[in-house]
């Protein structure tokens, strides 16, 4: 199975200010997708990133709040704009699955103060 | 649309004791993967299992069951004998078989083993 690393595992961001997570694959996947859980909360889908093209929202997810870059195969980033409190929550990314699991990165733990 | 109920938001047992975590699952697609995960207080999300809808057969993994049923939608978890590690939220997940990792989950189920 692939392997994610995302970093940074965690940050303490102060409001209004911007902080880009990334996720490095070990090998090639057509499709990353970044999560959002807020505390307490299930797992959200924010959106999909391609590379080569903008990457797809999930309702209630914009682009200019959480810009995503996906440059190529193996990695992509997504940047959390413009930070409030609400904003506080764990990231997570994704690949396609193989045969056998969707694999995850080991999240990143926001916390905006 | 799809939708995944994990109807037992928290659950507490006693170590030793046999627990069963239950998912029921909403889709219209005929092919569709379900999934199992467990999330300990360290964030991370740890794959326990995945199942094809056309692949009913039950699996077993050590101390781990699942059940899957198409016929009531549903794909519960057991843990036999549980253990104070196992102590965690698990989420069950749906995704349609064209969807690569795109997973709806389920809101989760806090297990708490107690020794």
């Known amino acids: 199975s692939a392997v994610i690393s995302q970093k940074p595992s965690r940050d303490i961001c102060q409001r209004g200010t911007s902080l880009t997570i990334q996720c490095q694959v070990d090998?090639?996947?057509?499709?990353m997708f970044w999560y959002r859980q807020q505390p307490g909360q299930s797992l959200t889908l924010i959106a999909t990133a391609n590379q080569g093209s903008e990457a797809t929202y999930e309702s209630g997810f914009v682009i200019d709040k959480f810009p995503i870059s996906r440059p190529n195969l193996t990695f992509s980033t997504l940047t959390v704009s413009n930070m409030s409190p609400e904003d506080s929550s764990i990231y997570l990314c994704?690949?396609?699955?193989?045969?056998?699991?969707?694999?995850f990165g080991q999240g990143t733990r926001l916390t905006v103060v | 649309a799809q939708k995944v109920t994990q109807a037992q938001t928290e659950i507490s047992v006693v170590e030793k004791e046999d627990v069963t975590l239950d998912c029921v699952y909403e889709t219209r697609d005929t092919t569709y993967y379900l999934f199992w995960y467990k999330q300990p207080p360290s964030g991370e999300l740890v794959f326990l299992i995945r199942r094809n809808s056309f692949d009913e057969q039950n699996e077993i993994s050590g101390r781990y069951s699942w059940n899957f049923q198409k016929s009531t939608s549903s794909f519960n978890f057991t843990i036999t004998a549980s253990q104070v590690v196992d102590s965690a939220v698990y989420f069950c997940a749906l995704s349609s078989y064209n969807q690569g990792g795109k997973l709806i989950f389920g809101q989760g189920t806090e297990l708490s083993v107690k020794p």
């Open positions: 090998s090639q996947v057509t499709m």
């Open positions: 994704s690949g396609d699955f193989t045969n056998t699991e969707a694999f």
